[in-house]
């Protein structure tokens, strides 16, 4: 632990990147996550979960150290809600906060680590997201494909492995071996994870936690002219 932390940090993470509210804490080498499911209702829900769940383990708002949040890919509206969320708590509390992408999740929820791999998160109209790793740090940025015809430069030289959404099929295509997975909420290794890169940082400030959007949001303009504004 860096010597300017005088003490194991209490972190709380929360992920509604899907239809779900999901909270996970750690300290130390302890963690833990629940996730509820909801399909709508997670700005309204998020906080009194939370409280909840720190309530459960004897915890309060004002013990937290740092905050970890999903940052996608996932549901629009939903990374908005954690990011927005885990922002305006970080900012009201002075602590910092950590963004993680679900990509990183999938493999750290796996004990795949980062090497050399391409993840595969589920996207609409069965197409996939993607974003490789080699010795632990993105190559390059995540990309929408639809996984029967991924492109041809997709994948960078030294990745050896696919794993997650459709992963057989996309790594039939360049000769690869694919492990086919479904992605779940993994808030208790979000935690974790966020602790880490508290404890890496020495509780200096992030700016990781950005919303990941890969593709733009389901929404479409009016096609009714808007009403006219009469001074």
Same mark, same amino acid.
């Given at each position: 632990?860096?010597?300017?932390?005088?003490?194991?940090?209490?972190?709380?993470?929360?992920?509604?990147?899907?239809?779900?509210?999901?909270?996970?804490?750690?300290?130390?080498?302890?963690?833990?996550?629940?996730?509820?499911?909801?399909?709508?209702?997670?700005?309204?829900?998020?906080?009194?979960?939370?409280?909840?769940?720190?309530?459960?383990?004897?915890?309060?708002?004002?013990?937290?150290?740092?905050?970890?949040?999903?940052?996608?890919?996932?549901?629009?509206?939903?990374?908005?809600?954690?990011?927005?969320?885990?922002?305006?708590?970080?900012?009201?509390?002075?602590?910092?906060?950590?963004?993680?992408?679900?990509?990183?999740?999938?493999?750290?929820?796996?004990?795949?680590?980062?090497?050399?791999?391409?993840?595969?998160?589920?996207?609409?109209? $069965?197409?996939?997201?993607?974003?490789?790793? %080699?010795?632990? @740090?993105? &190559?390059? !940025? +995540?990309?929408?494909?639809? #996984?029967?015809?991924?492109?041809?430069?997709?994948?960078?030289?030294?990745?050896?492995?696919?794993?997650?959404?459709?992963?057989?099929?996309?790594?039939?295509?360049?000769?690869?071996?694919?492990?086919?997975?479904?992605?779940?909420?993994?808030?208790?290794?979000?935690?974790?994870?966020?602790?880490?890169?508290?404890?890496?940082?020495?509780?200096?400030? $992030?700016?990781?936690?950005?919303?990941?959007? %890969?593709?733009? @949001?389901? &929404?479409? !303009? +009016?096609?009714?002219?808007? #009403?006219?504004?009469?001074?």
């Amino acid at each position: 632990m860096p010597r300017s932390i005088p003490k194991f940090p209490k972190v709380l993470a929360l992920d509604t990147s899907g239809p779900f509210c999901a909270i996970g804490t750690a300290t130390e080498s302890y963690s833990a996550g629940v996730v509820h499911e909801m399909a709508r209702g997670q700005a309204e829900a998020l906080f009194p979960l939370a409280e909840a769940r720190l309530k459960e383990i004897g915890w309060s708002m004002q013990d937290l150290d740092a905050l970890g949040v999903s940052v996608g890919p996932g549901n629009f509206t939903g990374i908005r809600i954690g990011v927005s969320a885990a922002k305006g708590l970080a900012l009201s509390l002075g602590i910092p906060v950590y963004g993680v992408s679900n990509f990183e999740l999938a493999a750290l929820s796996q004990h795949l680590g980062l090497d050399r791999i391409t993840i595969s998160l589920p996207a609409p109209r $069965d197409q996939a997201y993607v974003q490789s790793f %080699i010795a632990g @740090a993105p &190559a390059g !940025p +995540p990309a929408l494909i639809d #996984p029967d015809t991924p492109p041809a430069d997709l994948l960078p030289s030294g990745v050896h492995s696919i794993f997650g959404h459709r992963a057989s099929t996309i790594a039939k295509r360049f000769s690869l071996s694919g492990e086919d997975e479904g992605f779940s909420p993994a808030p208790a290794q979000l935690a974790e994870r966020t602790e880490e890169l508290f404890l890496a940082a020495s509780g200096a400030p $992030d700016d990781s936690a950005s919303p990941l959007y %890969i593709r733009p @949001a389901d &929404a479409a !303009p +009016p096609k009714d002219a808007g #009403p006219v504004i009469v001074s």
